[in-house]
Structure formats: structure tokens, C-alpha cells
């Protein structure tokens, strides 16, 4: 009996013994599945990151930029003349511009009007006192333009995908300006409407049949800059305006078609609406005002001189579906979109 109990408990130990060494061949077998498989996703994540800037770099080579010839900037800064290929300069003036996060089509024709008009300056030399004999200065005066460094800067970890699009956007129109009876125009272009474009010639002293007063529905819904208040008080304003202000007395405002200030009364002296937004640095001069105890409320709608293409405007037109070409027609009355050899031969028969 005893023989029997130990002989029972050695096959016990032996059916033990074999399924602890069956277990133990499943964990080794099993084991570096389980290890492989949670990093079989990083590695594919790994794999995706690692040939991602060879894509970008295969897409940065399809978009390569050829320029006909380059732009002297004069950097204000630091006071030097900065050399750089026409479409990289658009590319860096769309950049400083219009957002990047605007549609394509709308960073597009933003692109279309920043070639435009450099290329028209060039072709009619409009500016001899720029310095250091530079073509263009890099501010509001001609169009704003910040290099590759202070760009980065301003965008952070942002920089990569912000300038691929824009490079898209130049790339899809690179060499095509817009043009009036085969001339390339002055493409005005601001940041928002007040529902409305503005005639040229109620701003500025010159009427240019293309740019004409239009609709612009979309600015209201989809701009920050839409609507603006500034506060005064009555010695602020006279001072500001140069006049004495009667707080009895209600200001005269004129309009033009587009609603915005032609003309504003104070006393006996008369003011463009031009002339005040200037002095009273507002964003717009479609502006109306109210009395608050002893302060001025000027309440504005838009954001710029009103003349040419509103870019939030063209961002709404890109959100539902036009194109660049569509939103240049639109907003340059009358104009074509054709390439430098048509438009600018002259140009670019100096710089071969």
C-alpha cells in the first residue's frame, strides 16, 4: 500500500512537473508577442514620423519655386537691403499678411495680389527714395515681409506646416499676376469689410475701374475685427482733432455708398471720414458716435481702408467653395489672371 501511495505521488510530481514546464514553454513562446505588439504600433507611429519629412521634403521638390528674377527689401530693422527670389518674397509677404490657418483659395489670391503688386512697382518704378536702392521696404508702406528667422519666431512649433501651406498656395499661382487691359493693377486688399468694399476714389484721389464697391456678406459672420469701440473724452478729442468740441452740439456725418464716413461737422470745421480715422487712429471709417456723460464712443464696423479684396471676406468665399480666381474676379472688377511673360515682358526682359 505504501509502494502504491509513493508510486501515485511520483506520477502526481510527473503530471505536475509536465504541466509547469508546459506553462512555461507558453510564456516563452507567448512572451515576445506580448512584448512585440504594443511597440509594433509605436514603430509603425515611428516609421510614419521617420519618412514623413522625406515626404515633405518629395512634396517640398514637386513645389519647387522658379523665380525670373529676385526683390531688394529693405529690412528697417536693421537697416540693409535684403535679396530675395520674387516667389519666395511672396511667399514671406503672404506669411506676414493673411493667416495661415485661412483657406487655400484664400491664400491663393492673397499670393495673386502680393505678386501683383510688386511686380507692378517694378514695372513702373514708383518709389526712387527707398533706401540703400532697394525695391520695396518691408512694412505697411509697400507690403509687410518678415524672413525665414522671424518667422519662426513668430509661429514656434507652428512654423513647419504654416509655410508648407502658404508655399502651396504660392506655388499653385507662381508667375501669374492680375491684370486691367493687360496691365497689372494696384491690388489693394485690407483685413475686413463693413458689409461693403469702397469706390477707390472715396478714399483715395485716383478712380480705378476695378476697384469698385461690392457686397461682402461674409466678413460680419466669421471676422474678430468686425465690430470695434474707442472711448474719448472731450478734451481727448480736442486735442486729437485740433478743434473745441461743443458738448451740445450733435457731429454732421455724410456717408458714401458703402456706408462709410464721407464727411464728419464739428462746429465749423468739416473733416473726411479719412481725416478722422486718422486722427483718432480707428480701424475703419464707417464709424457712428455716441455721448456717454462726458466721453465719445466711436463704434466702428471693418477693419482697413475698405478698398479692393477684404481677406476675410475671401477666406468666406473660399469656406464655400470658390476659387482664388473666382474670389480675384470678384473683388478686382473687370481683371484677368495671366502669367508675367503676357503681362510684364518688359520686366522681365531686364532681368535676363
Known sequence: MKKWKKQQNNINWKISSMIAVGVLLSVMFLLPSIIVLPFSGDQTETDASTNSPTKNEEKNRERELTSPFHVNVFRTTNEEVEQVPLEEYVVHVVASEMPADFELEALKAQALAARTYVVRFLVQGVDQNIPGGADVTDTVEHQVYKNEDELRELWGSDYHWKIDKITQAVYETQGKIITYDNQPITPAFFSTSNGYTENSEN????????????????????SPKFFNQKTFTKPQLEELLGVPVNSEEKFHLTRTESQRVETMKVGEKSFTGREVRTMLDLPSNDFTITKKNDHYVFTTRGYGHGIGMSQYGANGMAIEGKTSSEIVAYYYKGTEVRSLEEAAPTLLAKTD
Open 203 to 222: 478714399y483715395w484721389p485716383n478712380e480705378l475701374p476695378y476697384l469698385r464697391i461690392v457686397e461682402s456678406p461674409w466678413d460680419e459672420e466669421i
